[in-house]
């Protein structure tokens, strides 16, 4: 636990998390990370899916796989929704070229509006990157990205697909969560998160 803090704070990082499996070892792991003055924030719910089909949607979104010219929208998309900041840009920009990912976007009159990204390996495809521009949401691009994603992870053999969002808390409208729900995948379990408190 020394360590991973001292390697962020060298690193000049002031926000990461940890992540604590719900059968993670030993129990003292939790108490260990509250010392080190990190504190428990929301958690996120993975979800897996088996090969059903995922039921339609109805959008005018066309969802596809980018040009490389549309990867630095791609990019900017997606920090901006992970707060990954400018720093991550460039190597988002790669993940439609790195072994085993795709890259998809959504797009109206020609602006790429939403992201997605899908990882397989060995028969398990992982679905990452789901992000929509703020004053495109609610036109059903990451429903329509997720079936996209599902079809393509089915085609290219996965017996098993997972994806993550934040774990449902009161207020927060849970549109991630529903719409990952909508498209057949289950919750398998709750992640919890632990980081060092939000600048004031």
Not at 21 to 46: F, N, Q, S
Not at 89 to 103: E, K, M, N, Q
Not at 110 to 119: C, M, N, P, R, W
Request: hydrophobic fraction near 40%; glycine fraction near 10%.
């Amino acid at each position: 636990m020394d360590a991973i803090v001292e390697r962020y704070r060298a690193a000049g990082v002031r926000r990461y998390f940890v992540h604590v499996h719900p059968v993670c070892a030993p129990p003292e792991l939790r108490a260990w990370l509250l010392a080190r003055g990190l504190e428990k924030t929301r958690g996120w719910m993975k979800f897996t899916r088996g090969r059903e089909a995922p039921p339609t949607v109805e959008t005018a979104v066309d969802v596809r796989r980018p040009r490389p010219d549309e990867m630095a929208a791609f990019a900017r998309i997606a920090a901006a929704a992970f707060d990954l900041g400018e720093r991550a840009v460039p190597w988002l920009t790669c993940v439609d070229r790195a072994r085993g990912w795709r890259a998809y976007v959504a797009v109206i009159g020609g602006e790429v509006v939403a992201t997605g990204g899908l990882y397989v390996r060995e028969g398990i495809g992982w679905l990452d990157f789901g992000a929509t521009a703020p004053q495109h949401r609610g036109r059903g691009a990451q429903s329509a990205l997720l079936r996209r994603r599902i079809l393509d992870a089915l085609d290219l053999g996965c017996r098993v697909i997972a994806t993550a969002t934040g774990e449902a808390v009161p207020g927060d409208p849970q549109h991630s969560y529903n719409n990952i729900r909508k498209m057949g995948f289950r919750e398998a379990y709750l992640r919890e998160n632990y980081a060092p408190p939000k600048a004031g």
